[in-house]
C-alpha cells in the first residue's frame, strides 16, 4: 500500500529508480519538495537530474519505487499533473515561427484557457520577464536569455502549483544568466514551488532555500547551502597553487597544522585548506614559504562542497 | 512486473486537444501558405503539361477518355500524396527533433498522442486543400466531366489520413533527415509511377496489378479518376473498403512507435 501524501509537500519520491536497459540512471532516491519553497537538484551532467526531472512529468515511466506529485501518483496522473505544472526545459523548444504573443496564447490553448480571457495576464507575465515591447517579435529573432525568459513566461500562463527549471541558464552568457536569476528571484517572492535542477553552484546558492546533491544517480547530501558548506567545509578556504611536490606539501602543512585545519583536498597541483581560522593559517603558511605560483584566500562555496563530496570538479564533466 | 505487464496494453490519450496541435500548425502555415501552397502547385502542373500536351499526343485515348483527361486525376492525387508525405516526414520531423515542440507540447495536458494525431490531421488538412486547389484547376482546364468530381476531397480525406500515418511510421523510427530519402525513393516513387496514373495497369504482369491493390495510391486514383470522369470503376466499394482498413490498420503504429521514441 502506498502511503498517504504528507500535507504541505508538493513531491515526495521513495526510492524512486530509474532504469535503462537494465541500467540504474536514478538509483533509488528519498526526497521532499515542501510548498513554497525552491528545491535545488545539483549535480553534474548524467547524475540523474533531469531523469528525475522528466519522471515528475510523465515523460519517463518510473522503473520503481514511488513519487507522488501534487498528491498524484505520477505514474498513473500523469494529465492531471501537468495541469498543474510549468516546465521550462532544457532545450529551447519555443516556435521559433511564431511571434512573442502567439507562442504564449497557443500554450494558453494548450491548457485549456482561452487566451482572450486572460490578455491581461499573459501581458503581466510579459512584463515580468522584461519583454512586453517585444510581443510582435518572431521568436526566432530573439536572442539566447530573450528565448529563455520568454519559456519561463509561457511556464506560468496555467499559475502553475509547481514550476520546474531544468537548467533553466544552461548555454546563456553570464549577463542573461544574472538577469534571468534576477527575474527568477521575482518568481520566488510570489511563493511558487519551484524545482530548480542545475550544475551551476552559483545559481543554487543564489535561488535555493533547500537542495540534494547527487551524482551517479544517488543524493550524496540534503541541506540549506549554508548548512552544507559549514558541515562539509566550514567557512573558509585557503587555495595554494603549488609549483612542485603538492603531496609533501600537503603531507607536511596537516601535520604541522591539525587545530587550524577542517579539512584539505588536493587537486592537480591546486591544494585547498579548508578553515576555520583563515587569516591566520595564512599567516603561519607564508612563514614556511611553500613554493606558490598564487595563493587566495576566499570564502567558501557549494563548489567545495560538491569537490569535497564526489572528488571532481562540476565543470569537470560539463559538456557545454 | 505491473508496470511491465501494463506496458503490453497500449492505451492511447486521446481527447479533442489533438485539434489544438492542429490548429498550432495552422497558425505557422497560415504564415508561409503562398510559397508552400506554389511550390505544391506548379509541378502537378509540369506534368500535366509536359505529359498530357506532350507525350498525350501520341496516345489517342485510355478508356474512352484523352491522355490528359486520362492522367489529370492520377495527377491530382498524387500531388496530395506528395504533399501529406512531406508534412508528415520533414515537417514532423523539424517539429520533433529540431524545434523540439514534442518536447514542449507534452509538458503540458496535451498527451503525446494527441500531438502525433495533430500533425497527421494537418497531413490531412493539406491532403483536401492541395487536391481542392487542383480539382478547381482542372475542372477550368475542362478535365472534369462530372459533378461527383465534388466527392474528390471525401476521398482525399481517407487517402491524406493514410499517408499521413504512414509517413508518421517513418518519421518516429527515422534517426536523421537522410533517412527520409529512402521512403520517397524506394516506396512513394515506385508506387507513384505503378498505381495506374500515367497508364492502366491491365496490361502489367498479373502480380504487379496484385501488388498495386496493396497500396493506399492505387485506389485513391481508382476513386478519383471515377469520380471525376463519371465512370465508377467496377469495384469502387471494395477500393473505398481498402482505403478504410488502411487507415483503421494503421491508427495505432504511429502512436506506439512515438512513444517509444519520446517517453522512455
Given at each position: 500500500m502506498p502511503e498517504l501524501p504528507v500535507a504541505g509537500k508538493i513531491i515526495t519520491a521513495q526510492n524512486l529508480v530509474k532504469r535503462y536497459n537494465g541500467k540504474a540512471?536514478?538509483?533509488g532516491i528519498d526526497f521532499h519538495v515542501h510548498r513554497g519553497e525552491c528545491f535545488g537538484i545539483l549535480g553534474p551532467n548524467g547524475a540523474g537530474k533531469t531523469t528525475t526531472v522528466r519522471m515528475i512529468y510523465g515523460l519517463s515511466p518510473i522503473s520503481d519505487g514511488e513519487l507522488m506529485v501534487l498528491d498524484m501518483d505520477a505514474n498513473r496522473c500523469s494529465r492531471e499533473i501537468r495541469k498543474q505544472l510549468g516546465v521550462v526545459s532544457q532545450d529551447n523548444n519555443l516556435d521559433p515561427d511564431l511571434t512573442v504573443w502567439e507562442n504564449l496564447v497557443m500554450f494558453a490553448r494548450y491548457y485549456g484557457l482561452q487566451p482572450a480571457h486572460i490578455r491581461e495576464h499573459l501581458q503581466k507575465l510579459l512584463t515580468l520577464m522584461d519583454l512586453a515591447n517585444r510581443?510582435?517579435?518572431?521568436?526566432?529573432?530573439?536572442?539566447g536569455g530573450m528565448k529563455r525568459r520568454l519559456a519561463i513566461a509561457r511556464s506560468l500562463i496555467n499559475n502553475p502549483a509547481l514550476l520546474i527549471l531544468d537548467e533553466p541558464t544552461t548555454g546563456l552568457d553570464p549577463q542573461a544568466r544574472h538577469l534571468v536569476w534576477q527575474q527568477l528571484r521575482s518568481i520566488k517572492k510570489q511563493k511558487i514551488t519551484i524545482l530548480l535542477t542545475t550544475h551551476y553552484l552559483e545559481e543554487a546558492t543564489k535561488l535555493c532555500d533547500r537542495l540534494i546533491i547527487m551524482d551517479h544517480g544517488r543524493i550524496l547530501d540534503e541541506g540549506t547551502p549554508p548548512e552544507l558548506v559549514e558541515k562539509h567545509v566550514g567557512p573558509e578556504v585557503l587555495e595554494l597553487g603549488l609549483k612542485e611536490d603538492p603531496a609533501r606539501w600537503q603531507e607536511s602543512i596537516i601535520s604541522r597544522y591539525p587545530k587550524l585545519l577542517k579539512d584539505s583536498w588536493l587537486l592537480g597541483n591546486t591544494l585547498y585548506l579548508y578553515t576555520n581560522h583563515g587569516g591566520k593559517l595564512l599567516q603561519e603558511i607564508q612563514e614556511i614559504t611553500p613554493p606558490c605560483q598564487y595563493h587566495l584566500l576566499r570564502a567558501t562555496t557549494l563548489e567545495d562542497v560538491f569537490l569535497k563530496l564526489t572528488g571532481k570538479e562540476l565543470g569537470a564533466t560539463d559538456v557545454e | 512486473m505491473w508496470n511491465k505487464l501494463r506496458s503490453l496494453f497500449f492505451r492511447p490519450e486521446i481527447s479533442l486537444r489533438f485539434l489544438l496541435v492542429l490548429r498550432r500548425n495552422l497558425l505557422v502555415y497560415s504564415k508561409f501558405w503562398r510559397s508552400s501552397m506554389m511550390f505544391n502547385f506548379i509541378e502537378p502542373m509540369l506534368y500535366l503539361a509536359a505529359l498530357g500536351l506532350g507525350l498525350g499526343?501520341?496516345?489517342?485515348?485510355?478508356e474512352g477518355m484523352s491522355y490528359l483527361e486520362f492522367i489529370a486525376p492520377g495527377i491530382l492525387v498524387s500531388s496530395t500524396m506528395w504533399a501529406t508525405s512531406f508534412e508528415c516526414t520533414y515537417g514532423s520531423f523539424i517539429r520533433l527533433q529540431v524545434q523540439k515542440s514534442y518536447h514542449a507540447i507534452i509538458t503540458t495536458p496535451v498527451s503525446l498522442d494527441e500531438v502525433v494525431l495533430g500533425d497527421i490531421a494537418f497531413g490531412v488538412f493539406k491532403s483536401i486543400l492541395y487536391g481542392s486547389v487542383i480539382l478547381l484547376v482542372i475542372s477550368m482546364l475542362?478535365?472534369?466531366?462530372?459533378?461527383?468530381?465534388?466527392l474528390v476531397p471525401l476521398v482525399l480525406l481517407l487517402s491524406g489520413l493514410v499517408f499521413a500515418q504512414l509517413s508518421m511510421i517513418w518519421t518516429s523510427l527515422a534517426p536523421n533527415f537522410e533517412i527520409f530519402a529512402y521512403y520517397f525513393t524506394l516506396f512513394l516513387t515506385p508506387m507513384f509511377l505503378f498505381s495506374?496514373?500515367?497508364?492502366?495497369?491491365?496490361?502489367?504482369p498479373l502480380i504487379a496489378q496484385r501488388l498495386a491493390w496493396l497500396t493506399p495510391l492505387f485506389h485513391t486514383v481508382e476513386l478519383c479518376r471515377g469520380l471525376v470522369s463519371g465512370q465508377?470503376?467496377?469495384?469502387y466499394l471494395a477500393n473505398l473498403l481498402a482505403l478504410f482498413i488502411f487507415a483503421v490498420v494503421l491508427f495505432l503504429p504511429p502512436l506506439i512507435l512515438m512513444r517509444r521514441r519520446l517517453v522512455q
Open positions: 540512471v536514478v538509483d510581443s510582435h517579435t518572431r521568436v526566432e529573432t530573439l536572442s | 499526343i501520341y496516345i489517342p485515348e485510355i475542362g478535365l472534369v466531366a462530372s459533378p461527383m468530381a465534388l495506374g496514373i500515367f497508364f492502366p495497369l491491365e496490361n502489367l465508377m470503376p467496377t469495384l
